[in-house]
């Protein structure tokens, strides 16, 4: 799916400037101004420059790139603030059958993280396992398949740890 965005002068501009400048609006503008004079009017015109404002803040969240690396987004911000690492390019692909391929039940490599039917639980585990590759600290141990793999006993624990730290802290 395309995401449209629409830029802010695009269009915005010529209809305000039309409505601006309709009979009724000008109408308006003149008994407002008769009534209470030019003062009330600058305030009045202060109001709507305000709440424009107030418009375009609450249209820019809608405006935040969307989440689509697989990762829960509380997962995501809880391994990001943590490792200080962005995790957009992180791609999760749910019941592969790549893990059972390296007798696993997950795995990261790279920017990829694998998991088998059923074993998202293994993801905040995995999660921290790409932080680990992206910072050079996972060298081979074995091969299986062709494959490099390690199994360090000390970066797993920390993937449990951290993984689990993650969670907390994204909710």
């Known amino acids: 799916m395309a995401t449209v965005q629409r830029s802010a002068g695009a269009d915005g501009g010529e209809f305000s400037e039309a409505v601006d400048a309709s009979p009724r609006q000008l109408a308006q503008r003149r008994r ?19 709440e424009a404002g107030t418009a375009q803040a609450e249209a820019a969240p809608a405006q935040r790139q969307e989440n689509r690396t697989g990762l829960p987004d509380g997962l995501k911000a809880g391994i990001e603030a943590l490792s200080g690492t962005d995790l957009s ?6 019941n592969s059958s790549q893990p059972a391929q390296l007798n696993a039940l997950a795995y990261a490599q790279g920017n990829e993280i694998h998991l088998g039917p059923g074993q998202d639980h293994h993801l905040p585990h995995e999660a921290w396992h790409v932080v680990q590759q992206r910072e050079g600290r996972v060298q081979p141990t074995m091969q299986m398949g062709g494959v490099d793999i390690n199994d360090d006993a000390g970066l797993e624990a920390e993937a449990d740890r951290m993984g689990d730290e993650a969670l907390r802290r994204g909710g």
């Open 89 to 94: 390019d992180v791609r999760v692909h749910r």
């Open 32 to 50: 407002i101004d008769a009534t209470f004079g030019p003062v009330a009017q600058r305030a009045i015109d202060a109001l709507d420059e305000e």
